[in-house]
Each structure stands twice: as C-alpha cells, then as structure tokens.
C-alpha cells in the first residue's frame, strides 16, 4: 500500500513537471507561441499617437525586473514616461541643438522614433555587471510588450544628448539615484509599421565539435 502510494505521488508530481518537446515540437515555431514572439519582433519606427495602456506598461516593467541579473542586486532603474510635456520638452531641446535633424525630421512627433511612451533605463556604474543586467532587462520589457501587439524600439542615439548639460533639467524629473546613469531608452507604442525581418548572420552562432 505504501509503495502504491509513492507511485502515485511521484506520477502526480511528474504530471506538474514541465514535459520535455519532442525534437519536431522543439523546431516547430508555430506551436511554440515563444519562440514564435522571439522570431517575430522588430524594430518598430512608426507608432500610433496614442500612449501605451499604463496597465500593459506596468506588466512589461514586471516582466524587465524579473529578468535574470547578477547576485540578483538588481542594478537597474526605469522610468517609463508617457507625459508628451517631458519627451516634447527633450525634444525642442535637441532640435534647437540639431537643426539638420529638426529639418530632415520635421513632421517627427518626438526625437523618440515618435514612441508616445519611453522607457529610460540607468545603470548602476559602481557594479560591473549593472549594463548587462540592463540589456537583459531591457529584451525582457520589448519581447513582453510584443507579446501584447506593443511595438518597440532600443535606441542608444539620443543617450549623449540626455546626459548632456542640455537635457538636464528636464531629466532631473526623472529621479535616478546617485550613481546611477542613463544607459538606453526604449520606445514602445501600438505599431504604425510592421517592418521586415532585417537580415541575421547565422555563422555568428554556431556549433564548436
Ligand atoms: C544597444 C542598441 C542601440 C540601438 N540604438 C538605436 C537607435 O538609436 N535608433 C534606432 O532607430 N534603432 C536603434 N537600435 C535598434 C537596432 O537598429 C535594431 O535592433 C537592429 O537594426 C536589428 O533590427 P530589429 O530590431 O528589427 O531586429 C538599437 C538597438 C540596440 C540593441
């Protein structure tokens, strides 16, 4: 009888387990609504007026601070900014100092790809791990969103400026702690575009025997 029991047990605890994808399962991209997220997501430029849903935000913040980081100390801070005063504000700025930019760009919302929402993600520079913790976090945010219909881009132009003496009063709102610098921004919105797949180089990736 015990030993019935401790079969059951352990057939119950194996039911809770994720199973193993047969090889055919595993390469099959349809079926794996993941891998299909991953392999689908590009880098959006053109967005819809209309910020992202705070609530939707909320989760892709969850989903970045969840991603994996060093002794988990967790040296990342983000700001996601929806108010149009803030990246309109940072984007008068960079025009007056860029009129090539102004000109070539005149009818851009914002100097944000026109990403209505904008995430500004910092780094702690007294931790060496903090930029690669940053990276992970930051796929994190762009591939939840994506698995939402929320578009993104990373863009690491308009950084200088940001930290610049020129942004500075404005970014001050943003309230990064001491220590902490301005590493990315991403932009995120509800898609205007749906690009195609830029081209990989897969010998970049490859098997050592
Ligand atoms: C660190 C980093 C910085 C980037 N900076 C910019 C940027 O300033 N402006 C921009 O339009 N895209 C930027 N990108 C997006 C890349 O151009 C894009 O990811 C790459 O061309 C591959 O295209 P895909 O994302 O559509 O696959 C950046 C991406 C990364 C990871």
């Known amino acids: 009888m015990k030993k019935l029991c401790f079969a059951v047990l352990a057939m119950m605890m194996m039911a809770c387990q994720p199973q193993p994808q047969t090889v055919q399962e595993e390469v099959n991209n349809e079926v794996n609504p993941v891998i299909e997220n991953i392999l689908t997501r590009r880098s ?32 990342w801070e983000v700001r996601v900014v929806d108010n149009p005063e803030i990246l309109n504000g940072l984007t008068e700025i960079y025009k007056k100092q860029n009129p090539e930019m102004a000109e070539r760009e005149k009818d851009a919302r914002n100097m944000f790809r026109d990403a209505p929402t904008v995430a500004f993600i910092a780094y702690d520079t007294t931790f060496s791990y903090a930029p690669v913790d940053c990276a992970l976090l930051a796929e994190n945010m762009m591939l939840s969103a994506w698995s939402m219909g929320i578009g993104s881009v990373c863009m690491g132009g308009p950084v200088p400026f940001l930290k610049s003496d020129a942004a500075a009063e404005i970014m001050k709102k943003l309230g990064f702690s001491e220590n902490y610098e301005l590493l990315l921004t991403i932009g995120f919105g509800y898609p205007a575009e749906a690009p195609a797949a830029r081209p990989r180089d897969d010998s970049k990736a490859r098997f050592v025997d």
């Open 44 to 75: 959006v430029r053109k967005y819809q007026p209309q910020a992202v849903n705070r609530d939707t935000m909320s989760l892709v913040m969850k989903c970045g601070i969840n991603a994996p980081n060093a002794i988990n100390r967790q040296a």
